[in-house]
Nanobody, 116 residues
């Protein structure tokens, strides 16, 4: 059974930084493209960053230059370094395969709130 556990969220002021972590079990992430997604209130879940098995990264336009996705296949973990945070980055952040495994694979997410 796949389990994805996100952590590292919190409340920060605009311009601040956070680092999210995702611990995976039941799946070996080294074989897959992994992604970070977010869902803001009243909006659909969106993919903000992904990283292939070989380390190639892609970012949504809204986070390019501010967020950095990385992975540690030995630890079976994925990370998202978020810098220069904006109020529009406020959302619940999730990790999953890109594309997502299935509807049951989503974890509880990690809340990020950016507010002054």
């Amino acid at each position: 059974q796949v389990q994805l556990v996100e952590s590292g969220g919190g409340s920060v002021q605009p311009g601040g930084s956070l680092r999210l972590s995702c611990a995976a079990s039941g799946i070996s992430i080294r074989f897959y493209t992994m992604g970070w997604y977010r869902q803001a209130p009243g909006r659909q879940r969106e993919l903000v960053a992904s990283i292939t098995w070989s380390g190639t990264t892609n970012y949504a336009d809204s986070v390019t230059g501010r967020f950095i996705i990385s992975r540690d296949s030995d630890k079976n973990a994925v990370y998202l370094q978020m810098n220069s945070l904006k109020p529009d980055d406020t959302a619940v952040y999730y990790c999953n395969r890109d594309p997502p495994l299935n509807s049951r694979s989503w974890g509880q997410g990690s809340q990020v709130t950016v507010s002054s």
